[in-house]
């Protein structure tokens, strides 16, 4: 069964840092390149960051870039995401997508708040 299932995610303070996983199982998780996107309340799903099959090119949306680490262990099949510096304007639901067969998890709420 191809699934993604994503921890990690809570409530932290403005400034605070969270680490996000990704659990992968039912396919070829070192071929494959993938991405984290997030849902604001009332936004549309957008881009946060995405990285390719071996780890060797990472790309960022702006408003993450310099705060946000995207990373894999292909050993162990997970996918992370290293947040620091947050800001209330990353409360979201945070994804993982496998980009090639467009998989998806249930996503992680991430509350940035005092």
């Known amino acids: 069964q191809v699934q993604l299932v994503e921890s990690g995610g809570g409530l932290v303070q403005p400034g605070g840092s969270l680490t996000l996983s990704c659990a992968a199982s039912g396919f070829t998780f070192h071929s494959s390149a993938m991405a984290w996107y997030r849902q604001a309340p009332g936004k549309e799903r957008k881009f946060v960051a995405r990285?390719?099959?071996?780890?060797?090119?990472?790309y960022y949306a702006d408003s993450v870039e310099g705060r946000f680490t995207i990373s894999r262990d292909n050993g162990k099949n997970i996918l992370y995401l290293q947040m620091n510096h947050l800001k209330p304007e990353d409360t979201a639901v945070y994804y993982c997508?496998?980009?090639?067969?467009?998989?998806w998890g249930q996503g992680t709420q991430v509350v940035a708040s005092s």
């Open positions: 997508n496998e980009i090639f067969r467009d998989i």
């Open positions: 990285i390719t099959n071996i780890g060797t090119s990472t």
